[in-house]
């Protein structure tokens, strides 16, 4: 009997999300979701949202997935309960006590209650979700003076009003909402919002110059939030051969467990996100070298201060083959690393930078040479402005392939793409017909004037070896006009101001208003 009323509830699960199919949508379940920072806000400022919501939101989606493969297992066994509940029916464990559905019984020190959950569910799952809700040490759940049983029951009782399994939400519709969610997060923190998120256009534009296959890696040494991780398995469109070769790496300990929240939420399987200062001490080795990937994509913090110059210097891994480096400044520390890490053979990598990369001197000036004598620089594309969160700087990015096609050989394609922007009030916007547009460039791989310019390295050498685009896109010729015909329109502009002048003066009199 029992069996039955399960059965008969995930039938009416499924049915309501059948028949909710075409008004659910992302922005609706996003809704849902941030109505949890108003319940929060007065005690919990707006910066800390992130640290209470993201890990509820995942907490509830790791109970309703798991209720959702026992139900599955269920169905499979006839109703064996003890079938059902065995570790290899579930792609992760919540230990007895620790379901959504045992914090929702409780009535006091909820806060308690959720913190014992969240730390059993890590503790049972050492390898898969260690420090998804750790991570957030300054969620502070067990503080009464800053959340109350009440505040914290109202929060409890608004995400039970939905659930968002495998069932109830796509993996695309359920991503969708958790990236509007990181969006909204860095808008309500604006100050280290471009290293948390980056623009989803820009993500995009650049998994399309890098195109990613089934079967190859794909590695992000600053990952973030994991959105282009995501994008990569999503243009791949989620093929199993993804699984198991996908890699990133992330120094902040919150941000490392929301990117790995995030590929969870969007229905990766198997890839690993691990914590830890790249430039310092990269995560991903082989015998004792730096592991290589068919894919490298990034857009690492600009212009990083005390990166770690001094050790990077005599770098075990050999990622300072250029020169050694300001400590002021981590650009080219960045891209050496992510050249290292690209495979010998058939490595491309895509990089998002600040545009002086491309023209500054000293150091950098070395670094860049290198680069463009090395032959591995395919693309350069200058962004607009305003695109991206809590910097001014204007960015671009490097395209790097170490297989250029015959006909790209002792090339470069410069593409300037500041005017190709949507202008929104908050910032600039890339809109896909934007994207669609700049690829398009690059893919022709011809002259085109005021927009792409295809250079040798020979002229880039004539030119000192700077990148700098409006140094070589050409530019409309204006037409000249003789200084006599300026002068003759000039005249003839002012009679006609001359002559409404009177006529306005008569019609005034006429009329009566003047004397």
């Known amino acids: 009997?029992?069996?039955?009323?399960?059965?008969?509830?995930?039938?009416?699960?499924?049915?309501?999300?059948?028949?909710?199919?075409?008004?659910?949508?992302?922005?609706?379940?996003f809704s849902?979701?941030?109505?949890?920072?108003?319940?929060?806000?007065?005690?919990?400022?707006?910066?800390?949202?992130?640290?209470?919501?993201?890990?509820?939101?995942?907490?509830?989606?790791?109970?309703?997935?798991?209720?959702?493969?026992?139900?599955?297992?269920?169905?499979?066994?006839?109703?064996?309960?003890?079938?059902?509940?065995?570790?290899?029916?579930?792609?992760?464990?919540?230990?007895?006590?620790?379901?959504?559905?045992d914090v929702r019984a409780v009535s006091t020190d909820v806060g308690l209650a959720i913190a014992a959950a969240m730390n059993g569910?890590?503790?049972?799952?050492?390898?898969?979700l260690n420090?998804?809700?750790?991570?957030?040490?300054?969620a502070t759940w067990t503080d009464k003076s800053k959340l109350s049983d009440e505040r914290l029951k109202n929060l409890v009782e608004h995400m039970s009003g939905i659930r968002v399994g495998n069932h109830d939400y796509p993996a695309d519709i359920?991503?969708?909402?958790?990236?509007?969610?990181?969006?909204?997060?860095?808008?309500?923190?604006k100050k280290n919002a471009g290293e948390f998120y980056t623009p989803r256009s820009v993500v995009r534009l650049m998994i399309r110059l890098l195109s990613p296959e089934p079967g190859e890696t794909v590695y992000d040494p600053a990952a973030g939030t994991g959105g282009m991780l995501i994008e990569a398995i999503q243009h791949m469109k989620g093929d199993r051969r993804t699984y198991g070769r996908i890699y990133g790496q992330e120094k902040n300990l919150a941000t490392s467990a929301i990117a790995r929240?995030?590929?969870?939420?969007?229905?990766?399987?198997?890839?690993?996100?691990?914590?830890?200062?790249?430039?310092?001490?990269?995560?991903?080795?082989?015998?004792?070298?730096?592991?290589?990937?068919?894919?490298?994509?990034?857009?690492?913090?600009?212009?990083?201060?005390n990166w770690g110059a001094e050790q990077f210097a005599s770098d075990n891994f050999g990622r300072n083959m250029w020169g050694s480096l300001s400590d002021s400044n981590g650009d080219c520390a960045w891209l050496q690393h992510m050249i290292k890490s690209m495979d010998e053979e058939k490595g491309r990598c895509a990089v998002v930078l600040p545009q002086g990369v491309l023209f500054r001197g000293g150091q950098d000036g070395e670094v860049r040479k290198r680069l463009i004598l090395s032959d591995k620089l395919e693309c350069v594309i200058t962004l607009a402005g305003g695109i991206f969160y809590s910097t001014g700087v204007s960015a671009c990015i490097l395209l790097l392939n170490n297989s250029k096609e015959t006909d790209h050989k002792g090339k470069i394609c410069l593409i300037d793409a500041s005017k190709m922007y949507t202008p929104q009030r908050a910032q600039n916007l890339l809109s896909d017909e934007n994207v669609k547009e700049i690829y398009s460039f690059y893919k022709a791989y011809e002259n085109v004037t005021e927009r792409s310019k295809i250079v040798t390295i020979k002229e880039i050498k004539d030119k000192g070896y700077t990148?700098?685009?409006?140094?070589?896109?050409?530019?409309?010729?204006?037409?000249?006009?003789?200084?006599?015909?300026i002068r003759k329109q000039y005249y003839e502009a002012l009679e006609e101001v001359c002559r409404a002048e009177e006529r306005m003066s008569r019609l005034l009199e006429n009329g009566g208003y003047v004397h």
């Open 32 to 101: 849902h979701i941030f109505e949890c920072c108003n319940i929060l806000r007065g005690p919990i400022n707006q910066d800390e949202y992130k640290s209470y919501v993201t890990p509820v939101l995942f907490f509830k989606r790791l109970s309703d997935v798991y209720d959702e493969e026992m139900q599955e297992a269920l169905e499979v066994s006839g109703g064996d309960e003890e079938y059902a509940a065995f570790p290899e029916n579930h792609r992760f464990v919540i230990p007895k006590g620790c379901h959504w559905k």
């Open 174 to 189: 359920m991503g969708d909402a958790y990236e509007f969610l990181i969006k909204k997060f860095a808008d309500l923190s």
């Open 467 to 485: 990148l700098a685009v409006n140094n070589y896109i050409e530019k409309k010729k204006e037409e000249m006009i003789a200084p006599s015909e």
């Open 261 to 305: 929240m995030n590929l969870f939420l969007h229905g990766a399987r198997d890839f690993q996100v691990t914590q830890g200062d790249t430039l310092r001490s990269p995560n991903y080795l082989e015998s004792g070298k730096l592991k290589t990937f068919d894919c490298v994509i990034a857009n690492p913090p600009f212009s990083l201060k």
């Open 131 to 138: 420090g998804v809700f750790s991570s957030f040490d300054d």
């Open 121 to 128: 569910i890590e503790r049972a799952n050492p390898d898969t």
């Open 1 to 29: 009997m029992a069996q039955k009323i399960k059965s008969n509830g995930k039938q009416r699960s499924l049915k309501r999300t059948a028949d909710e199919k075409e008004e659910t949508t992302s922005q609706k379940l």
